[in-house]
T-cell receptor, first 113, second 113 residues
Framework: DTEVTQTPKHLVMGMTNKKSLKCEQH?????MYWYKQKAKKPPELMFV???????INESVPSRFSPECPNSSLLNLHLHALQPEDSALYLC????????????FGPGTRLTVT | DQQVKQNSPSLSVQEGRISILNCDYT??????FLWYKKYPAEGPTFLIS?????DKNEDGRFTVFLNKSAKHLSLHIVPSQPGDSAVYFC????????????FGQGTELSVKP
């Protein structure tokens, strides 16, 4: 199983809503990542979890709240988002022996109205 | 400060010929370089990587060349196939920075039958 899965595939939410994005991998990877990608731009790192602990937060606004309940799961909780937060949110994970290689999920297309 | 640059936003190649995608970087501390392929509305797919201590890595139709003195790497696809049409991102990582991938802006490859 070499797959990173993400749910939901699409999400539309209002600015007052609270929602969560979910990411799962069963490859035994111990590092997991959240990226944000706007149209025609490269992915931008948001958070890194290593061994279930937050190791990097790229100065992301607090309306984005990550959570790593266990080594296979990564969540991104969303609250009071702005329309400019609309983007493709990508989750990735990397293996212990080649932690520089990151494997991405299909992403969640988020639209904030 | 754009540390990883892909100066060609697009490239068109005939099926069966060689595709050469180029990438330049400025940070001499990068340990690994990676190439990803991305279809619209999907997450990036990992293709191939190269360590900064090597100058070539090959995997099937894909070969990556690294010229450290010029701070330049390239991805060769031989022979090119229509299914290779996608956006290709070059990325780099400094191992000591905890897994932060720095992406280039991407090159859209079109392989024509």
């Amino acid at each position: 199983d070499t797959e990173v899965t993400q749910t939901p595939k699409h999400l539309v939410m209002g600015m007052t809503n609270k929602k969560s994005l979910k990411c799962e991998q069963h490859m035994g990877h111990r590092a997991m990542y959240w990226y944000k990608q706007k149209a025609k731009k490269p992915p931008e790192l948001m958070f890194v979890y290593s061994y279930e602990k937050l190791s990097i937060n790229e100065s992301v606004p607090s309306r984005f709240s990550p959570e790593c309940p266990n080594s296979s799961l990564l969540n991104l909780h969303l609250h009071a988002l702005q329309p400019e937060d609309s983007a493709l949110y990508l989750c990735a994970s990397s293996p212990r022996d080649r932690s520089y290689e990151q494997y991405f999920g299909p992403g969640t297309r988020l639209t904030v109205t | 400060d754009q540390q990883v640059k892909q100066n060609s936003p697009s490239l068109s190649v005939q099926e069966g010929r060689i595709s050469i995608l180029n990438c330049d970087y400025t940070n001499s501390m990068f340990d690994y370089f990676l190439w990803y392929k991305k279809y619209p509305a999907e997450g990036p797919t990992f293709l191939i990587s190269i360590s900064s201590i090597k100058d070539k890595n090959e995997d099937g139709r894909f070969t990556v060349f690294l010229n450290k003195s010029a701070k330049h790497l390239s991805l060769h696809i031989v022979p090119s196939q229509p299914g290779d049409s996608a956006v290709y991102f070059c990325a780099a990582i400094n191992y000591n920075q905890g897994g932060k991938l720095i992406f280039g802006q991407g090159t859209e490859l079109s392989v024509k039958p």
